[in-house]
């Protein structure tokens, strides 16, 4: 397989993880909570559009804003009504609560929805150019997951929102002397990143298979993409997306599939030993 094609390849599978870790990356750096639910909120989203997309015959694209709205608001309930209660306490605390609600949500999907893998098919052709075929729906995906990335970054650098997550992040004490409402910021950072992530899903589930049982898979990714790039911030997610894409696109046509995922965790460990705030994160953030 050419180089070239290699390399289009891993910036696509990037650019679905930086979308997919953007949220995480910002809950951890903020809340410094690692929320274990982020997989099934993917999952969740992934879900939504297919079901929209089955009943009702609603394009994953049109799915998003539902997707986002639905997983903002579980987001917001669920921090306010439980996290929040134990966001001060060590993070082993608030870690051990999102494990069990993450099992918790699990096991209903599971329910729900079954363990057999289903999928959204949009038979759109492909782009071929010089030697290089990518499939229209992965374009797609790659440009609306870059969308919805920087739609987020504008959002937090230039609203007074986004301002208050960032002063919370630097310094609780000093935001909450500032007049900032530290519980409120919490919540509506969670929220985000579960929006984020219900988003997501709805852009993988135009290129992937949705099942409850791949959450724990998504969770795995999300986690070497934030500590490729750097915590709190949204360009070290992207900078984290495109590594761990690129080297598993590499990886898995060099070293064969089945070690592809092993190479981005090796490289995790390897980063934590000589640069454990990520590749673009900076002391204090971590």
Request: with cysteine; glycine share 12%; proline share 4%.
């Amino acid at each position: 397989m050419p180089e070239l094609q290699i390399l289009i390849n891993g910036l696509v599978l990037g650019s679905l993880y930086a979308c997919m870790a953007v949220g995480f990356s910002l809950v951890w750096g903020v809340l410094n909570v690692i929320n274990m639910l982020h997989g099934s909120f993917i999952v969740l989203g992934a879900y939504i559009a297919f079901f929209l997309h089955r009943e009702l015959g609603v394009h994953p694209f049109f799915s998003i804003p539902i997707a986002g709205a639905a997983l903002f608001a579980l987001g917001y309930a669920l921090q306010r009504g439980a996290i929040n209660r134990v966001v001060a306490r060590p993070v082993l605390t608030t870690l051990t609560l999102t494990f069990g609600l993450d099992m918790l949500a699990y096991n209903i999907m599971i329910f729900a929805f079954s363990a057999t893998p289903v999928r959204i098919i949009l038979d759109v052709g492909r782009i071929e150019a010089a030697g290089i075929v990518v499939p229209v729906d992965r374009v797609a995906a790659m440009m609306l997951a870059l969308s919805l990335t920087a739609i987020l970054y504008a959002v937090m650098r230039g609203s007074q929102m986004g301002r208050a997550i960032v002063a919370v992040r630097m310094d609780r004490d000093a935001a909450a002397l500032m007049g900032i409402k530290v519980e409120r910021i919490y919540a509506i950072t969670f929220a985000l990143g579960a929006m984020m992530a219900g988003a997501a899903g709805c852009v993988l589930a135009m290129v992937f298979p949705i099942s409850p049982t791949i959450s724990g898979q998504y969770l795995g990714k999300v986690f070497v993409v934030c500590v490729l790039g750097g915590l709190g911030n949204v360009p070290g997610a992207l900078v984290g997306g495109f590594a761990l894409g690129l080297i598993e696109s590499f990886s898995g046509v060099y070293l064969g599939p089945q070690n592809a995922m092993m190479m981005g965790y090796l490289l995790m460990l390897l980063l934590l030993l000589v640069r454990p705030t990520g590749i673009i994160g900076r002391r204090g953030y971590e």
